[in-house]
């Protein structure tokens, strides 16, 4: 079992920062593929960016490649998106992701979200 406590969200204006931070227990994340996924009202959940095991590969969605950027530190079992230049279409609700892959399943655990509003 992996809990994850994710923090760091707020209000923001357009064109700032935010960093947001997931915080895992029960488990060490080195095990675990780590991303940032967000909902935003009346859409789908989707990825937003995803780093491997030991941070050697990064994924990012489009609409937030050279603006976002995800880190880990697995000593400290932390997991961070340093978001840039925010947009108002940014504004969704971030989840944390640890999932690993089992034989042939996978685990997927969630943190509770925290809320991201971009808005002048």
């Known amino acids: 079992q992996v809990q994850l406590v994710e923090s760091g969200g707020g209000l923001v204006q357009p064109g700032g920062s935010l960093r947001l931070s997931c915080a895992a227990s029960g488990s060490t994340i080195s095990l675990y593929a780590m991303s940032w996924f967000r909902q935003a009202p009346g859409k789908e959940r989707e990825l937003a960016a995803s780093?491997?095991?030991?941070?050697?590969?990064?994924v990012y969605t489009d609409s937030v490649k050279g603006r976002f950027t995800i880190s880990r530190d697995n000593a400290k079992n932390t997991v961070h998106l340093q978001m840039n230049s925010l947009k108002p279409e940014d504004t969704a609700v971030y989840y944390c992701n640890a999932a690993r892959s089992v034989g042939p399943m996978t685990r997927t655990y969630w943190g509770q979200g925290t809320q991201v509003t971009v808005s002048s």
């Open positions: 780093t491997t095991e030991f941070g050697s590969s990064t």
